[in-house]
């Protein structure tokens, strides 16, 4: 046994004079703490120091020796391996010796220094420690204990995987029925702790916890009424979390599981009852739900839609008594990250206007800066998805409490109706329509409530019934909707703001072109509110603002239009610095509205234009100056440069061939090429898009570049990565119109790939739909290369095109197919109805196309006979048959 060590009293008390000044508020004082801190972990005992601090010197207050356990933590985290081996063994055997300190705030210290070193060595390098800490439970002193299982409860969370597995001999075997033993411990805390630990292991149907799960059921059922609270929060977590994996080992008690929970939602502690209200967000997911929740309805609907109201503590987190704040500049802190969806290529469909992505923003999503996940977001999201689950039936239990609600003088009651409203929207739409002409002048009125927390919620809600609104005569409810959202938008309050900002959008989605003889009265308002906002909200206008121009389109291009939105718009886009965040959203918002005017924006894309090319070669060599010097240089944040190649990609759609001088002017395809081969999927996604747009746009400078394009776009076709994969495709089949005959040396480099994609089970529709789109591109310019191949993909490729719209894609994709089927009919034989049905699909195809199918179908019918025809023929179905008939006399 080595001496033990010992501290040198001055540099002992030169550490507690840094541990003193390190909880100074003055930041520069910290600074320099940090800085000492640094220089003295050059010295090796330095952790010795800190760990004596926190276990041995109990002269000195709790706080300070808690700080020198966090500080050693940080060095672990951060050196561990660099520790000499007396240093570590030292650390170990202090904390195992004071787990079981007096005070909380220190075990709590040693417990959270314990896990730190166990996820640094992987619990192999300690095989003591957890033999020592399950040995410690026993003791009969209860700070032991307690420390012990504070201890475990950490391990356990940060390392279920890892202790689930054969590296460390399965000490789950042993300890599991060891967790068992102390729920029916007598304090609460250690009760809590078993419950939490065992808890760890259900989401991974753990074997060890599997062999106990009815012994661990009768155990919960046993504490279901426990007095602590925090004993309950677990037992609801932990039913919550086996009905997701053993379904089967509830079902039997499924009765008083759904009574117990009723209770449990309505628990006086919150944090219970929402533990306990995520129970029915997870029923909802389950098929049986409907079985087992149909006779509970009474009971549940009254209990969710109480828990919808705000809690006093939640109206002062809002500061829900201040009405006007719009004068108040935002605290940055409370402005979220946006993430920037990158350009995705899509086709049309029949149908239906702009296509949209599954609209994500729709959530209950009115007060973002509480605490984030409350009892009134978790019961009105469980009341969403159970009125999808029951659609109609729900109004039942549902419509005699909203008369009540609604019209009720208090207003945390009235808004917590409308917001049961808004969440019921989408499953009993039908069932709510005939109510509708009454609820929705109702809403509208509430949208000048003199409660700002009222106001908001109500645009929310409205916005959940745009689409039906849209449907009526736009006299009746559109425009006044309009009118009143539009008064929102420049209201005093910000939460009021944003709220309707989100809501006009919604609107702008659904009304689409309805929107266009009202356009000068929006920009209007829109406009207004550029020079009212504060940051945030800021750039969510810029949102709406895109939003509507994706909306209406082309008739956003008159001059009086352009003439309102654009100088404030670029007075925003000069103020800003190209290190600056905000130029995300405003750049989104650019793309849209370039898009949008086309011509009309030409006056301002030459700045545009450059500052997006600056800003990706600003990007790229930040990363090369950070890849060749990781400690000089940081990485740079390279969604300055997704957005901006997506801006370009918008002009280059926006302004077509009016591009042309500036892409001669810049070394656009060089950053391009290195764009295509960052290592981020996003960067490659969006370089594709704008290879596209180029190509359609001003193929003369993108043509001296293919050589050393196709073999990226080849590479690129690895359909793991959709988007990327998407894109890459589309662009191939851009290239291929216009290189022509031209294109033959590069179709060996992409056609297996695309036919092993479009062959792929599970593929997204919209990758499916650009595959054969370039398939049949690829076969027009070069059929003697792809036709043989046709056999191969004929089947998929029609499916997947016969339901999008006639447009120029589709018309060429076909063209290709019918030039491929000329060259090789053999290759089409056995799925010629296939074929039939995608003819079929077009509405109007032109002369020349037209001409295609009736001689291919023609050919068919004269090579097999009248009668075999007919007996083919006859397996059509009806529209098919008629449809050819009428169209190609066949």
Not at 95 to 115: F, Y
């Amino acid at each position: 046994m080595e001496c033990e060590w010992k501290p040198d009293e001055q540099g002992l008390q030169q550490i507690l004079q840094l541990l003193k000044e390190s909880q100074s508020p003055d930041t520069s004082t910290q600074r320099s703490v940090q800085q000492r801190l640094e220089q003295l972990n050059q010295y090796p005992d330095f952790n010795n120091y800190l760990i004596f601090v926190l276990t041995k010197l109990k002269s000195e207050d709790e706080p300070t020796r808690s700080l020198s356990g966090l500080i050693l933590k940080n060095n672990v985290k951060a050196h561990y391996q660099n520790f000499p081996n007396g240093v570590s063994d030292f650390i170990k055997s202090e904390c195992l010796q004071n787990i079981g300190d007096a005070s909380p705030l220190i075990r709590a210290t040693v417990g959270i220094l314990i896990t730190t070193i166990a996820s640094k060595g992987e619990l192999q390098n300690w095989p003591e420690l957890l033999p020592n800490l399950c040995l410690l439970l026993d003791s009969e002193d209860y700070n032991t204990c307690e420390g012990a299982f504070g201890a475990l409860q950490k391990i356990c969370e940060d390392s279920a995987e890892i202790l689930d597995s054969d590296m460390l001999d399965r000490p789950l075997n042993i300890m599991i029925p060891k967790f068992l033993q102390f729920f029916k411990h007598s304090s609460p805390k250690i009760r809590s702790h078993a419950i939490a630990c065992v808890n760890q292991f259900i989401i991974n149907r753990t074997q060890a916890l599997m062999l106990h799960i009815d012994p661990f059921i009768e155990n919960l059922f046993a504490l279901a009424t426990d007095e602590e609270p925090e004993v309950r929060k677990n037992v609801c977590r932990a039913l919550v979390m086996l009905l997701e994996v053993r379904l089967d080992r509830l079902l039997p008690h499924m009765h008083n599981i759904i009574e117990y929970m009723l209770q449990r939602t309505q628990d006086h502690d919150e944090n219970v009852a929402l533990e306990a209200c995520e129970f029915w967000l997870t029923l909802a997911e389950q098929p049986v739900c409907k079985e087992l929740l149909s006779g509970h309805l009474a009971q549940l609907i009254p209990v969710l839609v109480n828990g919808m109201k705000y809690s006093e503590i939640d109206i002062i987190l809002l500061k829900g008594d201040i009405e006007e704040d719009e004068a108040i500049p935002d605290n940055e802190q409370d402005i979220r990250p946006r993430f920037h969806r990158s350009r995705t290529v899509a086709q049309q469909h029949e149908g239906e206007g702009i296509e949209e992505e599954e609209d994500e923003d729709d959530e209950l999503d009115d007060d973002d800066t509480i605490s984030d996940w409350n009892l009134r977001k978790c019961s009105a999201a469980a009341l969403d998805v159970l009125a999808n689950v029951f659609t109609d039936d729900l109004l039942l239990h549902i419509l005699p409490l909203l008369k009540e609600l609604l019209f009720h003088p208090e207003w945390v009651v009235k808004e917590s109706g409308i917001l049961v409203l808004g969440a019921i929207a989408e499953g009993c739409m039908q069932g709510m329509i005939p109510y509708l002409p009454e609820l929705i002048p109702h809403l509208i009125q509430c949208l000048s409530d003199k409660k700002a927390l009222v106001r908001s919620i109500t645009c929310w809600t409205l916005s959940r019934y745009a689409h039906w609104a849209v449907t009526q005569p736009p006299d009746i409810y559109l425009k006044p909707l309009m009118t009143e959202l539009l008064k929102r938008i420049l209201d005093s309050n910000k939460r009021v703001q944003e709220a309707a900002c989100s809501a006009f959008a919604t609107l702008e989605e659904e009304a689409c072109t309805e929107l266009v003889p009202y356009l000068a009265f929006i920009l209007d308002t829109l406009v207004f509110a550029f020079s009212k906002y504060q940051h945030k909200n800021l750039l969510i206008l810029y949102d709406a603002i895109g939003t509507l121009a994706d909306s209406v389109g082309h008739h956003l291009n008159q001059p009086e239009y352009i003439q309102m939105l654009m100088p404030p718009l670029i007075q925003k886009w000069n103020q800003l610095k190209d290190e600056d965040k905000d130029l995300f959203p405003l750049l989104e918002c650019l793309s849209s509205v370039a898009t949008a005017l086309q011509s009309g924006f030409l006056p301002y894309c030459e700045p545009v234009y450059q500052r997006c090319v600056n800003l990706v070669q600003k990007t790229l060599a930040q990363a090369m100056l950070h890849q060749s010097q990781p400690d000089q240089y940081e990485a740079p944040d390279k969604d300055f440069m997704i957005v901006a190649l997506d801006l370009l990609s918008g002009l280059a759609e926006g302004l077509g061939g009016t591009i042309e001088q500036l892409v001669a002017r810049s070394n656009i395809l060089t950053l391009m090429y290195q764009c295509m081969q960052d290592k981020m999927p996003e960067v490659c996604q969006s370089s594709f898009a704008l290879l596209g747009d180029l190509t359609k746009a001003c193929f003369q400078h993108v043509k001296p570049c293919i050589a050393d394009f196709m073999p990226i776009l080849g590479t690129n076709l690895n359909p793991e990565l959709i988007s990327v994969c998407n894109n890459a495709t589309w662009a191939i089949g851009e290239i291929s119109i216009q290189m022509g005959p031209e294109m033959q040396p590069y179709v060996a480099m992409v056609l297996h790939q695309l036919v092993e994609i479009i062959n792929r089970p599970n593929t997204p529709k919209t990758l499916l739909e650009n595959t054969a789109i370039t398939i049949g591109r690829l076969g027009y310019v070069c059929p003697q290369e792809v036709a043989p191949m046709l056999q191969q993909f004929i089947r998929p490729w029609c499916t997947s095109l016969r339901n999008i719209r006639d447009n120029e894609e589709k018309d060429s994709a076909f063209r290709g197919i019918c030039t491929m089927i000329s060259v090789n009919p053999g290759g089409v034989v056995q799925d010629f109805i296939f074929f039939c049905d995608a003819v079929a699909s077009w509405v109007d195809p032109n002369d020349e196309l037209r001409d295609m199918f009736y001689k291919i179908l023609h050919g068919f019918k004269n090579q097999v006979g009248e009668e075999n025809w007919r007996r083919f023929s006859d397996q059509f179905p009806m529209p098919l048959k008629e449809r050819l008939a009428t169209f190609y006399g066949v």
